[in-house]
């Protein structure tokens, strides 16, 4: 299909003897929203990493469209607290980018007064926007996002998701984000993906318009940002997919305190 950016087809991929992923059939279209939920070590990374071309899958084939621009959110960035780097030097690294292109990024971004600033001493919510600035650098035809809310309190995540449904329709480009939030989703997504070594169901994500603890909880200034995943199965397991479920979505959930049944 001409509108596909990646598509995964059986994608495996070992890590040692371990296998990370297994049989993943997976194709990401344009200006489509897609966000991967699973537990601890079911291969959200490994995806993604494998989707930037940073891991060549062991099995499988990978087709992208040619010329693609990904924008890459990592989860986690270190910066030496002892060096003085303002936001505006930190996106022209590695690459240099002019004055108007970088303010671009950072208002796209939300991030639009923070230029002169010094990288560490950002907010959580902050130096995510600047991360997000970089990766909208090149105009990328999909945005990838690792965790990216990870750390951040529940509003502040709330805001960066706003954020991320912002640059989609400002971009049009394709997200694909993984979310260590079960319950915490963007509305806008098309598909929330449940992975634990491969894909074990997908489903819609449903506004939750009728939950007043998530309400009382993020007030109305998300924006309809937060939704709710709304697990449904739609396939039949096999036997390689021997966890509990709701156990598992259980063990996510079990950070937060709201009282929402998944
Ligand atoms: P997630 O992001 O969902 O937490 P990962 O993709 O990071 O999961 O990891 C998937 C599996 O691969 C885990 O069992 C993890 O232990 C293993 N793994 C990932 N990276 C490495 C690595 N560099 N060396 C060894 N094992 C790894
Ligand atoms: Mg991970």
Do not use: W
């Not at 030496?80 to 990024?105: G, H, I, M, Y």
């Not at 090149?138 to 309190?153: C, K, M, R, V």
């Amino acid at each position: 299909m001409s509108d596909t950016l990646i598509s995964l087809k059986n994608v495996c991929v070992h890590i040692g003897a371990k296998v990370a992923l297994h049989d993943v059939n997976l194709a990401i279209k344009s200006g489509e929203i897609v966000t991967v939920v699973g537990p601890n070590g079911s291969g959200k990374s490994t995806l993604l990493r494998t989707l930037v071309s940073a891991i060549k899958p062991t099995g499988g084939q990978i087709t992208r469209m040619p010329n693609l621009r990904i924008g890459y959110v990592p989860q986690k960035l270190h910066i030496d607290p002892t060096l003085p780097l303002t936001v505006r030097r930190f996106l022209s690294l590695p690459r240099r980018v002019n004055d108007a292109v970088a303010e671009k990024a950072l208002n796209d971004a939300g991030a639009g007064d923070l230029g002169k600033r010094q990288m560490t001493g950002l907010s959580g919510g902050q130096f995510q926007r600047v991360l997000l600035a970089r990766a909208l650098l090149n105009d990328p035809h999909i945005l990838i996002l690792d965790e990216a809310t990870q750390g951040l309190d529940q509003p502040g995540s709330a805001d960066f998701y706003a954020q991320i449904a912002q640059v989609r329709q400002n971009f049009g480009c394709a997200v694909l984000m993984v979310s260590h939030e079960l319950h915490v989703v963007m509305a806008a997504s098309d598909r929330v993906i449940c992975l634990n070594g491969h894909i074990c169901c997908e489903g819609a994500p449903e506004i939750v318009a009728s939950a007043p603890e998530y309400r009382a909880l993020f007030g109305s200034g998300t924006q309809g940002a937060l939704a709710l995943y709304r697990h449904e199965h739609s396939h039949t397991h096999d036997e390689t997919c021997a966890h509990d479920h709701a156990q598992s979505h259980h063990n996510e959930n079990s950070h937060d305190n709201s009282e929402a049944t998944l």
